[in-house]
């Protein structure tokens, strides 16, 4: 665990960048979360009463509910792309690849694929949570470009300020993100072992 640590320490600007690239891909999460709970809310409510109290200019606009749902469920999938692109196909990726002499290196010294993965694992649940209050921030500022159109105002008025909705947001994102990497990580640590045990086998070892 400790070759972790010191990758940290003397490849602090890569570090940083790992951790601007969690929160972004935090903030997305977290955006796509608190618009499903506003649709889920919003499929429920008076979408065109809504309007005239917020946006009146937006009446006709609202007097379609499909309209509203689609466009707000096109910005959602949209995020999600970007997510998976992003971090889980591209830039965790090229992490994984930049380890691959410290795993190879693991494998020598007898360590199993399981404890290899714990140690990833929880080094990338460190960066993600530290990401979390750069994630905030993100996420504030996406949100309030997003609300200059008043439609997404009416959208972002479903929302309560309960603890278990803060909550939520905060915690969905980070699961689903955990378990990506999870995947990820497993399927790149089998594939480095299997590619060390053919090549020993090649080597007649």
């Known amino acids: 665990m400790n070759w ?3 990758r940290k320490k003397y490849k602090p600007f890569i570090y940083i960048i790992t951790i601007v690239v969690y929160a972004a891909n935090m903030a997305l999460l977290m955006i796509c979360v608190r618009f499903a709970y506003c649709i889920m809310k919003g499929i429920q409510t008076d979408w065109y009463k809504k309007a005239e109290l917020t946006a009146s200019r937006d009446d006709m606009f609202f007097a379609d509910k499909s309209q509203v749902v689609f466009f707000t469920l096109a ?11 992003l971090v889980i196909l591209g830039y965790r990726r090229l992490l994984l690849e930049n380890m691959k002499r410290d795993t190879a290196v693991l494998f020598i010294q007898g360590y199993r694929e399981e404890k290899i993965l714990l140690f990833f694992m929880t080094d990338v649940m460190a960066d993600i949570l530290i990401s979390i209050p750069l994630a905030n921030l ?3 500022i996406i949100i309030i470009k997003i609300c200059e159109n008043s439609m997404y105002q009416t959208i972002f008025a479903q929302e309560e300020r309960k603890i278990l909705f803060i909550a939520g947001y905060l915690v969905i994102p980070i699961i689903v993100s955990a378990c990506a990497f999870f995947v990820q990580t497993k399927i790149w640590i089998k594939k480095m072992y299997q590619q060390g045990l053919a090549q020993m086998t090649r080597q007649g070892i």
Not at 75 to 85: P, Y
């Open 4 to 6: 972790l640590i010191n």
């Open 75 to 85: 910005i959602v999938f949209v995020f999600i792309i970007l997510f998976a692109l």
């Open 138 to 140: 993100f996420m504030s």
